[in-house]
């Protein structure tokens, strides 16, 4: 059974919406910019720049919806309410009990969970909101998804740390396949911009500490890359069943073709160092979409500009793709938007998405001098074109915890 | 120093508007919570916890049901 995109959402650190997202990652913009707040001098915070949204949530959403949903819900609702939108699932009668919920997050209600910590500390238990709990549960964005939109076919939050959002998509791609929905909101979301898991990224001497130049952190495969840049925000894709999609005359987008998802059972967050993992969740991902390496035109990489890991990422796409490599578009678009974690792998399969059809691959920013080692065609500073005809890409995620998950998408 | 009952009713008015959106005009002595303002226990609660800080005051949890109406709340809110 065939599974078809037809709906796209996103708030993200280049724009509230896919179409801004959109056009502010062709024009090769950064998203990073310096925290507006004191957790530097108060706490000793080393790292003072994050990829920060560019719409509030609290912009878009109502009072009480703030105040009930922890930030990482709120950005998930929003991307999901575009998506659904998009899709012009507004506009239809859905069964609703084929309607599924797979909205994850890596690290769930941080913010809630902290700040009633906060409260308990300074101000007695008493003092704890009765929300609280249903606020900080990692699968609280996609309960308030299957909430909102009445996706009674079952709500899952697969939780992979920065794999979680692209797991999501790999699982809705399968909830479609077994036949249990036939349409599927499904993403990831990440709202980690707080003191705690800054300084311990930091301490793992994960992140870059460029706090003198923030839009330049973030710099993949360029060999001054230092380690990776906190974003947040949210990515939806509404995915059906091609016979759903085509009763309704849906506009569709692609189709999601193949998913690959292993795990290395190597190390609890270094990737295994031939990077076997991911190369067998690429390979298996291709077996499924029944395409051959010689089929991929562009790959949007897990790539977050870590010293080690964007190699072993990228040999192993060298290894997968051999001598096709030269031939295919490599992207990574976390130079702009930052990591947002669990919400990486589902705004990186809206950008995949988009690079299909519009046939644009968008670029990687920052790469003043590509590592040596890289043997793909990097798309730098500027947009390229994908070729004519049938294509395919695969967007790689990968996580702490040795996930690692390949979704390929094609233009038809 | 203790608030007059429309002091009362003003700041617990605006609770329930953050909370809910209803807005504060609607928030008379005469509505019942959950009957006239859709009010969930779990919001409630939100409502009574936000008050307690508001107000200073104690609001035992085995009282809370026996505030029915935005004037039970403001009656014992007002009292303590």
Known sequence: MNVVVTGLGTTSPLGGDVASTWEAALAGRSGVRTLDNDW??????????????????????????????????QMAIVAAREAWADAGLDQVEVD????????????????TM??????????????????????????????????????????HSPVSACASGAEAIGMGFEMIQSGRADVVICGGTEAAIHPLPISAFAAMQALSKRNDDPQGASRPYDVSRDGFVLGEGAGVLILESEEHAAARGARVYGRVAGV?????????????????????????????????????????????????????????????????????????????????????????????????????????????????????????????ALPEGDLAAINNSFGFGGHNVALVFTNS | MALSKDE??????????????????EVTLDKSFTDDLDIDSLSMMTIVT?????????????????????????????AA
């Open chain 2, 8 to 25: 009362v009713l003003a700041g617990l008015a605006e609770i329930v508007s953050e909370e809910t959106d209803i807005d504060t005009a």
């Open chain 1, 260 to 384: 690959g998802m292993t795990a290395d059972g190597h190390h609890i967050a270094a990737p295994e160092p031939n990077g076997a993992g991911q190369t067998r969740a690429m390979e298996l991902s291709l077996e499924r979409a029944g395409l051959t390496a010689a089929d991929i035109v562009h790959v949007n990489a897990h790539a977050t500009s870590t010293p080690v890991g964007d190699m072993i990422e990228a040999r192993g796409i060298r290894g997968l793709l051999g001598a096709h490599a030269d031939q295919v578009l490599l992207s990574a678009t976390k130079s702009m938007t930052g990591h947002l974690l669990g919400g990486a792998g589902a705004l990186e399969s809206v950008f995949t998405v988009k690079a299909l059809e519009t046939r644009t691959a968008p670029p990687t920013i920052n790469v003043t001098e590509p590592d040596p080692e890289l043997q793909v065609d990097l798309v730098r500073d500027t947009p390229r």
């Open chain 1, 96 to 111: 609703h009990d084929r309607l599924g919920s797979i909205v994850s997050s890596g690290i769930g209600g941080v913010w």
């Open chain 1, 40 to 73: 530097n001098e108060k706490y000793g915070v080393p790292v003072t720049f994050a990829g920060q949204l560019v719409v509030r949530p609290e912009e878009v959403l109502s009072r009480p919806e703030t105040k009930r949903m922890d930030p990482s819900a």
């Open chain 1, 114 to 155: 902290l700040t009633a910590w906060d409260t308990v500390r300074d101000r007695g238990a008493s003092r704890v909101l009765p929300l609280t709990v249903p606020m900080l549960m990692p699968n609280s964005p996609t309960a308030y998804v299957s909430l909102e939109f009445k996706a009674r076919a079952g709500a």
């Open chain 2, 50 to 78: 936000l008050a307690e800080e508001k107000f200073d005051v104690r609001i035992p949890d085995e009282k809370v049901k026996d505030l029915v109406t935005v004037g039970d709340a403001v009656d014992f809110i007002a």
